[in-house]
């Protein structure tokens, strides 16, 4: 199977290779020997940091910070695997971000569902999904049996991922989140983005964060950014024996 696995930044790309190629430890020596790594350039200037271990191709790219970056350079990537006659079987939103309990410090968290939280209108009852307007759709929600299967190999907490377009820094705004949505573990700004990209080329999408910082008060001091890399790192490290027991989309 082709899995894109797209992040916001280099950093989080270079976790997402570094766990992938750390899974030859526990692979036989013939696959092992398999194992290979590549840079394959897409449209819009991007390249995509390619790592097969049969019988997985897990092809990796830093998109930009937002969900329309994320959404339009997961787009062109999809794109042009299709074009290609190289189709994917699975996109994965990936990276670090922000925890709300019971998500702490240096765990993962596993998107059930990925949720737009802030997509919608203020009004003078409160806050108003899009979909209460009318319009749209604000979750996607990943294939269940693929998201048991990743939680127990990783270790994830499960639970809704918030995407936002602007990362919360109150008290206040995270106690209305969490009142807004009462399953939230994890708040990023990417997945949504990557989920409707996905859904458009219909195939099947994950969000996995690392946590790196609480929501709620801006305090960089807090901020764990290392470690939520490792874990990262080690998350996607245990995600291809996950992905090789899941029975994914016939492409």
Same mark, same amino acid.
């Given at each position: 199977? +082709?899995? *894109?696995?797209?992040?916001?930044? %280099? $950093?989080?790309?270079?976790? &997402?290779? @570094?766990?992938?190629?750390?899974?030859?430890?526990?692979?036989?020596?013939?696959?092992?020997?398999?194992?290979?790594?590549?840079?394959?350039?897409? %449209?819009?200037?991007?390249?995509? #940091?390619?790592?097969?271990?049969? %019988? =997985?191709? /897990?092809?990796?790219?830093?998109?930009?910070?937002?969900?329309?970056?994320?959404?339009? $350079? !997961?787009? !062109?990537?999809?794109?042009?695997?299709?074009?290609?006659?190289?189709?994917?079987?699975? &996109?994965?939103?990936?990276?670090?971000?922000?925890?709300?309990?019971?998500?702490?410090?240096?765990?993962? /968290? &596993?998107?059930?569902?990925? &949720?737009?939280?802030?997509?919608?209108?203020?009004?003078?009852?409160?806050?108003?999904?899009?979909?209460?307007?009318?319009?749209?759709?604000?979750? #996607?929600?990943?294939?269940?049996?693929?998201?048991?299967?990743?939680?127990?190999? !990783?270790?994830?907490?499960?639970?809704?991922? *918030?995407?936002?377009?602007?990362?919360?820094?109150?008290?206040?705004?995270?106690?209305?989140? +969490? @009142?807004?949505?009462?399953? $939230?573990?994890?708040?990023?700004?990417?997945?949504?983005?990557?989920?409707?990209?996905?859904?458009?080329?219909?195939?099947?999408? *994950?969000?996995?964060? $690392?946590?790196?910082?609480?929501?709620? %008060?801006?305090? @960089?001091?807090?901020?764990?950014?290392?470690?939520?890399?490792?874990? =990262?790192?080690?998350?996607?490290?245990?995600?291809?024996?996950?992905?090789? !027991?899941?029975?994914?989309?016939? @492409?």
């Amino acid at each position: 199977m +082709r899995v *894109l696995v797209v992040t916001a930044v %280099p $950093a989080e790309r270079d976790a &997402v290779v @570094r766990g992938v190629v750390s899974a030859t430890e526990t692979a036989t020596e013939a696959e092992a020997a398999e194992t290979a790594e590549a840079r394959v350039s897409v %449209p819009g200037g991007r390249t995509l #940091h390619r790592v097969v271990r049969p %019988p =997985l191709t /897990v092809d990796a790219l830093d998109a930009g910070v937002g969900p329309a970056a994320a959404a339009a $350079a !997961t787009a !062109t990537a999809l794109t042009a695997a299709e074009l290609g006659h190289t189709p994917y079987g699975l &996109v994965v939103s990936a990276g670090i971000g922000g925890g709300f309990a019971p998500a702490p410090l240096g765990s993962v /968290v &596993v998107g059930e569902p990925i &949720v737009a939280a802030d997509l919608g209108a203020e009004t003078p009852d409160g806050f108003a999904a899009v979909t209460e307007l009318g319009f749209g759709t604000v979750e #996607h929600l990943p294939p269940p049996a693929l998201v048991r299967a990743v939680a127990e190999a !990783t270790g994830a907490v499960r639970g809704a991922v *918030l995407t936002v377009s602007t990362v919360t820094g109150s008290a206040e705004r995270a106690a209305e989140l +969490r @009142r807004r949505h009462p399953g $939230a573990a994890a708040e990023a700004m990417e997945g949504f983005g990557v989920a409707e990209a996905a859904a458009a080329h219909g195939v099947p999408v *994950l969000e996995l964060r $690392a946590i790196s910082n609480a929501v709620g %008060p801006r305090d @960089r001091a807090a901020w764990r950014i290392g470690e939520a890399l490792d874990a =990262l790192a080690s998350a996607f490290r245990h995600l291809p024996p996950a992905l090789a !027991t899941w029975k994914g989309p016939s @492409r």
